[in-house]
């Protein structure tokens, strides 16, 4: 496990928090000094969207991500610092598609379904019952939009998702090249 935003301590995370709010006020102002432009995505956005379980990509974000690679790095940099699980690329020795990610204290495995071979469970499971389960799934992959997908509830340690054999969340955790972090 990575050392991040759990193993903050209060007055830390409060600091962080104090921290943000003041970037987002400095992303306010100039957002209204400009005239009549149109919005430019900071870090504060990025920020939120990391942060909120409900936030979803914006256009302005996304088109910031596109363009500005400093604010792709630091999207990279804070789900480093805030994931509690985090699945680094693959070895550049391995070919073709990844079937499993293991970690110290957990592991994805990607597992066909059975009953209908266009479907694969999407299995995460983790080994210490103590720290909270994630709710949170990202996954960052070069020169593609960072995606963001909610879990369902852990059980027994195991989270399941069954999704088709082709959907976008099931190529990306194949995809060797993939970030993938847990929040």
């Known amino acids: 496990m990575t050392s991040g935003w759990s193993s903050f301590e209060p007055q830390q995370k409060q600091a962080a928090a104090f921290m943000f709010d003041a970037l987002s006020t400095i992303d306010a102002v100039s957002d209204a000094i400009a005239e009549d432009g149109p919005r430019h ?3 504060s ?3 939120a969207y ?3 379980p409900e ?3 914006t256009p302005d974000l996304a088109a910031a991500l596109e363009s500005q690679p400093a604010l792709q790095a630091d999207l990279l940099r804070l789900l480093k610092q805030t994931a509690q699980y985090r699945f680094p690329r693959v070895a550049a020795a391995s070919s073709g598609s990844v079937a499993q990610r293991d970690g110290e204290l957990y592991r994805i495995t990607l597992r066909p379904s059975r009953a209908e071979p266009s479907q694969v469970y999407i299995v995460i499971d983790l080994a210490d019952p103590l720290i909270a389960p994630p709710s949170l799934l990202y996954v960052c992959r070069p020169g593609r939009r960072c995606e963001k997908h909610r879990l369902p509830v852990a059980h027994d340690g195991t989270i399941q998702i069954l999704a088709d054999a082709g959907a976008p969340l099931v190529e990306a955790l194949r995809d060797n090249d993939a970030e993938v972090f847990l929040r």
Request: charge should be negative; charged fraction near 25%; glycine fraction near 16%.
């Open 45 to 47: 956005d990025l920020f």
């Open 55 to 57: 936030d979803e990509m």
């Open 50 to 52: 990391v942060m909120g």
């Open 41 to 43: 995505a900071g870090f």
